[in-house]
């Protein structure tokens, strides 16, 4: 059976990533790509419920076609799975996007965003980010960004797609000869450096941007931040369960009583609760 991959991103449709990307996954399988009409960058889990989501054709700059939507990278994924793409599909993968998405950027991120709509469907996926330099003069390696993605999606497709699981894939934008290998890492700690900047229009009237310099982070052995630090690329398993596991039984010393509803009326009825001392 043929594969059907979905390529996106949240750089928009006319990123070079996307068509690397794009390319690469051909040797895998169908390759369709819904991509967003314009950046979506940090506008993480965007979904549109309250508006029309517009589509038009569009052609790649290898000549093939794709389909451009004025939606979020989640929307991309979620008007394909729900009949956009007349084909089933097999796996998403998004990116190249054109900087790291390390640590608690996945909150941010539309491209791990569009692997996170892929997982609530059921579907596997991999978001891919290159870790490109504001303040570089050389050309972004996307061609080694995009080997790193095929090495992950070739482990993926031989372990049968494990659909409550997704990849977050990022990859150091260095020379291939400086190019250590992939490690399997967990989230680091990102630290932001964010400003609020306030400033007048010419009517009078106050504006504000969020700014600041770029994140930096703390490169712990193990972690995804470690890992980029020293010329590997990183690969870290992520879920849609945030449940805080490690403390959940813990918190039962915080004199949390259970609820029982009321049969007559369906209220809650609590417990007596301990009166601090």
């Known amino acids: 059976m043929t594969l059907h991959i979905l390529v ?13 990307l794009a390319q690469a996954m051909r040797q895998f399988g169908d390759v369709s790509v819904v991509a967003p009409d314009h950046d979506w960058s940090g506008h993480g ?36 799975v729900m009949g956009l793409l007349p084909q089933k599909i097999d796996l998403v993968v998004a990116g190249i996007n054109s900087a790291a998405n390390l640590g ?25 980010s290159l870790d490109i330099q504001r303040s570089s003069q050389q050309k972004p ?7 790193v993605a095929c ?19 990022n990859v ?9 290998g992939t490690r399997l890492t967990r989230q680091g700690l990102r630290v932001y450096r964010d400003r609020l900047e306030k400033r007048r229009d010419p ?8 700014g600041g310099d770029m994140p930096t982070g703390i490169p712990k052995e193990g972690t995804d931040i470690g890992a980029i630090a020293m010329g590997f690329a990183s690969v870290t398993p992520l879920t849609l369960d945030l449940t805080a596991y490690h403390v959940l039984s813990d918190l039962g010393s915080w004199g ?5 509803l009321s049969a007559a009326n369906g209220t809650a009825v609590p417990h007596a609760m301990p009166v601090p001392a």
């Open 172 to 180: 150091p934008d260095i020379p291939a000869e400086r190019f250590r």
């Open 104 to 128: 608690h950027d996945v909150s941010y991120s539309g491209t791990v965003a569009a692997i996170k709509e892929a997982n609530i469907w059921g579907i596997a996926g991999a978001a891919v």
């Open 45 to 80: 889990h965007t979904k549109h419920f309250k508006r029309p989501l517009r589509v038009q054709e569009v052609r790649l700059g290898d000549g093939t076609s794709a389909l451009a939507t004025d939606g979020s990278p989640a929307d991309c994924v979620a008007m394909s």
């Open 203 to 210: 009517r009078g009237d106050n504006y504000y941007w969020i």
């Open 141 to 147: 390696n996307y061609g080694l960004a995009a080997s």
């Open 151 to 169: 090495q992950v999606v070739q482990i993926v497709i031989q372990n049968q797609f494990p659909n409550d699981v997704f990849f977050n894939v």
């Open 8 to 20: 996106t991103n949240d750089d928009g449709v006319s990123a070079p990533g996307l068509l690397v």
């Open 256 to 260: 949390w009583q259970p609820h029982e």
